[in-house]
Structure formats: C-alpha cells, structure tokens
C-alpha cells in the first residue's frame, strides 16, 4: 500500500502560476508511472499530465505549454508547475502512482483559479 499527498493548491488570479506537489508514503521506483489527474465541480475525472519511468512527459491538450510534470525519485515526490492559469483550471487535482497491477490515488488539492 502506497499513501499519497497532494500539496500547493490554493486560490490564484487568472494568469497566475501554482506548482502542486504529491509526496509518497514509501519509495517511488523508477517502475512508477506518476500522473496527474483534475475532476471539477460537476464534471468526470480528467487525465492532466503523466510522467513514466524513463522520464517521458504527455500532456492534455487543456494544459499543454501551460504546464510542466517532473519528479524526484530520492524525495518520493511529483511535481505540476501550472502557469498562465485560467478560470476552467479550478479543480480538485489528484496525484496518481501506477505500479505494475497496482494504482494509487492521493486525496487532491483544491485549485481554485479566479479574480
């Protein structure tokens, strides 16, 4: 069992930045698939961005040039550096682990994106 925690969200302007960190409870090998996931109000839970573990990045086009995944495995933790944020980025952004057979999904952090 892996627990994940998602941190950084809170509420920013349009066009601000926010960088979102998810931290494991255990060791993240290099087999870990990362990725990021967004469900807002009233909506389906939507793919963001995945990071595998060779390093390759894929983004959604929603986010694309707006948005950077990266991760450290010495520290257990994937990032999102969100930018030029907009009104339609206010979710609830969950953190995703794949290993092998097994996935695991952090509790989200609330982005809110408004003036």
């Known amino acids: 069992q892996v627990q994940l925690v998602e941190s950084g969200g809170g509420l920013v302007q349009p066009g601000g930045s926010l960088r979102l960190s998810c931290t494991a409870s255990r060791s993240i090998f290099s087999i870990d698939t990362m990725a990021w996931y967004r469900q807002a109000p009233g909506q389906q839970r939507e793919w963001v961005a995945t990071i595998t573990n060779g390093g390759s990045t894929n983004y959604a086009d929603s986010v694309k040039g707006r948005s950077t995944i990266s991760r450290d495995n010495a520290k257990a933790t994937v990032y999102l550096q969100m930018n030029r944020l907009k009104p339609e980025d206010t979710a609830v952004y969950y953190c995703?682990?794949?290993?092998?057979?097994?996935?695991?999904w952090g509790q989200g952090t609330q982005v809110t994106v408004s003036s």
């Open positions: 995703r682990l794949t290993r092998g057979p097994f996935t695991f």
